[in-house]
């Protein structure tokens, strides 16, 4: 059975910084590539980073420069660093990977205050 916990989440101010943290467990995590999601209220699920098992990265235009995930294979975790954080990244984070099918996190939620 997959889990993926998320924690790191909270409350800060514009040009902030943050770093969220997702513990995998019931995969082989180092073969797996690994995400991060966000959900604003009234919007779709958007993907915010993406970090294939080889450690090759990908990013939307909207965070570029900004946010960085990156991945420690032997603590299961993977993680996104989120810098120079703007309104406008007010959401709740989920950690996904593709194991069978989609597979998430309960989410953590991130505000930033203007």
């Known amino acids: 059975q997959v889990r993926l916990v998320e924690s790191g989440g909270g409350l800060v101010q514009a040009g902030g910084s943050l770093r969220l943290s997702c513990a995998a467990s019931?995969?082989?995590?180092?073969?797996?590539?690994m995400g991060w999601y966000r959900q604003a209220p009234g919007k779709q699920r958007e993907l915010v980073a993406v970090?294939?098992?080889?450690?090759?990265?990908n990013y939307p235009d909207s965070v570029k420069g900004r946010f960085t995930i990156f991945r420690d294979n032997a603590k299961n975790t993977v993680y996104l660093q989120m810098n120079s954080l703007k309104p406008e990244d007010t959401a709740v984070y989920y950690c996904?990977?593709?194991?069978?099918?989609?597979?998430w996190g309960q989410g953590t939620q991130v505000t930033v205050s203007s």
């Open positions: 996904w990977t593709y194991h069978v099918r989609d597979n």
């Open positions: 019931g995969i082989i995590f180092s073969s797996k590539a």
């Open positions: 970090i294939s098992s080889g450690g090759s990265t």
